[in-house]
């Protein structure tokens, strides 16, 4: 059942007097559920247990927490087509993706509790003393990975399952022993509250500590920046726009204590398409790309926003089928008015740039809250001289810069803003003759794709989810996959500590049987 309210720990609370609606997109009409922001006092609660909660929940095993996220990931199927048809409801999206995001939601739960289970995720690291060591002594050193204490994450607008309230930043923060105050987003509310509830279903029945899970609402901007400023959250996690994130990155960076905001922001997702490629294939990548950039209306953070190339017969060729096959792409729901809106105002703002030219713009009637395509095309010099063409335009929109050479290719390249990814369409080998072009494009993003799209993420270990400033916050993490988890953690030593008070990572008998470091050898060995 949807009540509208806060999770406050395992606690319903609606003390504020501020209600909302979410809203269908698709029937352009406000939803029934009638949602309660939290007020100050609220949001002091949830942060004053998830301290207290943290005293104990940093110190859970692994099999423990592992435990708790398997529970998670069961509670949230088994809300079964309720979710579905919330999410349909508060997102405009087709039930389809409800389903997929749900599977790779619940993935990744499963994913964060097979990573902590043996516990080898701490990274245990141990240098013996050596007293006979001259001029001076050796100390005893043994190093974790521990957790950071209270973290805030902000739920996404586009993915109201696998990016908020139980999604990678929440399932990450769990898995490092983190407590979770989420700010739910306020397009998704009620989506937000029944996952809450499937979280609070698990922590009950896995006994972990009250407060380890509290989930707000909002319907503006305060929620978040009281939670960002209580001096007990100790880091955020965000996804959505750059003026967002840099607000919150901003509010963290005056606080009295600083404390680090994981943001992933914007991204066009340069795609660079080599010559020999465009000759022998061009009609082939046009209608790939036709579908990458009108996937899921163009509403991804890895949507091909900027296609970059040399001009040529074979471009050219590229410019005109992309422009043929993008209009038969039949325009779909945004996610809301207020996206739909900023999509069709950038857009506008886009296209009436001198020098401009536009490839193709959907123009028949479609039904409200749909996002019409468009692609357009520059070239290299009117690109590099307007700032205004470098950035996103959230939705089903596509620039091709028409590049006089190989040499303004790598300077656009290297001009461009911090990227989540960057693509190479190549034909065999003949990527190794532009390796420049590969070296620029590795400077500006967190991960380079050979022939393929930059839209699907894959939850894996090696999956690099964050780039250079303005991508993310910080390039050294990655938003995706098990090593998100180093975002919450940092890492504390023990000097010359007795080893029964050591924690079991650490103790000389190793009874986890981890694989440590010790004295600078990988090993399972006991000391
Ligand atoms: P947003 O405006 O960045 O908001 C995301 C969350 O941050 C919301 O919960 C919002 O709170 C909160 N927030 C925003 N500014 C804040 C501030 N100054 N202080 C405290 N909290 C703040 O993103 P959105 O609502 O999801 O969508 C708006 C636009 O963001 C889209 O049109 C798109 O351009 C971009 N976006 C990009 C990506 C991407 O992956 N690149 C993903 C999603 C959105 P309230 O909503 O409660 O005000």
């Known amino acids: 059942m949807i009540t509208g309210k806060n999770y406050i720990g395992n606690q319903l609370s609606a003390e504020g007097n501020k209600v909302f609606n979410t809203f269908n997109p698709m029937l352009n009409k406000e939803n029934k559920w009638a949602i309660t922001e939290a007020s100050a006092d609220e949001v002091n609660q949830a942060v004053e247990l998830a301290a207290e909660a943290f005293k104990s929940y940093s110190k859970i ?28 409801a508060e997102s405009g999206l087709p039930q389809g993706r409800a389903l997929g995001e749900r ?37 005893d050193l043994r190093k974790m ?4 204490g209270p973290i805030v994450v902000f739920g996404a607008s586009n993915f109201p399952l696998a990016f908020s309230t139980a999604g990678g930043d929440t399932a990450a923060a769990l898995a490092a022993g983190c407590p979770v105050i989420v ?20 922590a009950q029945n896995t006994g972990m500590p009250h407060g380890v899970f509290s989930n707000l609402n909002s319907s503006g901007i305060e929620v978040g920046q009281l939670l ?106 945004m996610l ?71 040499s303004q290719l790598e300077i656009i390249i290297s001009k461009l803003e911090g990227q989540l990814t960057g693509t190479i369409i190549s034909d065999n080998n003949e990527v190794s003759d532009y390796i420049n072009i590969v070296n620029a494009l590795q400077n500006r993003v967190g991960r380079i794709i050979f022939n393929g799209v930059p839209t699907g993420v894959e939850v894996c270990a090696s999956m690099q989810h964050g780039g250079p400033y303005p991508a993310s916050t910080d390039s ?32 000389n008998e190793n009874p986890l049987g981890l694989l440590r470091k010790v004295n600078n050898f990988k090993t399972t060995a006991k000391i």
């Open 145 to 148: 990975n521990v957790p950071l």
């Open 61 to 88: 095993s692994g099999a423990k927490k592992a435990e708790f996220l398997r529970a998670i990931a069961k509670e949230i199927e088994a809300l079964g087509d309720t979710l579905l048809e919330v999410y349909c």
């Open 476 to 507: 050294r993490f990655t938003a995706v996959g098990v090593d998100s988890i180093k975002r919450w953690v940092r890492p504390f030593s023990y000097q010359d500590w007795p080893n029964n008070l050591l924690p079991d990572a650490l103790k």
């Open 183 to 202: 700010k739910s987003h306020p397009m998704h509310a009620s989506t937000g509250e029944l996952v809450a509830s499937a979280v609070i279903k698990a």
């Open 103 to 139: 599977g790779r939601t619940i993935g990744q739960l499963l994913a964060f509790a097979n990573h902590i289970e043996d516990g080898n995720w701490v990274e245990a690291s141990i240098d013996t003393a050596d007293s006979n060591r001259q001029p001076l002594p050796k100390v």
């Open 336 to 406: 809301h008015p207020n996206i739909a809106a900023a999509y069709e105002r950038n857009k506008k703002k886009a296209l009436s740039q001198k020098g401009l030219e536009v490839l193709a713009s959907y123009e028949n009637e479609v039904n409200i809250n749909y996002g019409r395509q468009a692609v357009t095309t520059v070239d290299g010099s009117t690109f590099l001289n307007n700032p205004t063409l470098h950035h996103e335009v959230f939705g089903p929109f596509s620039l091709v810069v028409q590049c006089e050479n190989e």
């Open 228 to 333: 960002v400023q209580h001096p007990k959250v100790k880091a955020v996690g965000f996804t959505g726009s750059i003026k967002g994130g840099r607000a919150l990155l901003d509010l963290a960076a005056k606080r009295e204590e600083p404390i680090p905001v994981f943001a992933e922001m914007g991204s066009v997702n340069p795609v660079v398409l080599l010559p020999k490629s465009l000759n022998n294939r061009a009609e082939a990548i046009a209608k790939t790309y036709a579908g990458s950039i009108t996937l899921g209306a163009g509403q991804f953070c890895t949507n091909p926003g900027l296609i970059l190339g040399v001009k040529s017969q074979g471009l050219t060729h590229f410019i005109n089928v992309l422009a043929q096959e993008i209009i038969k792409v039949e325009p779909s729901c």
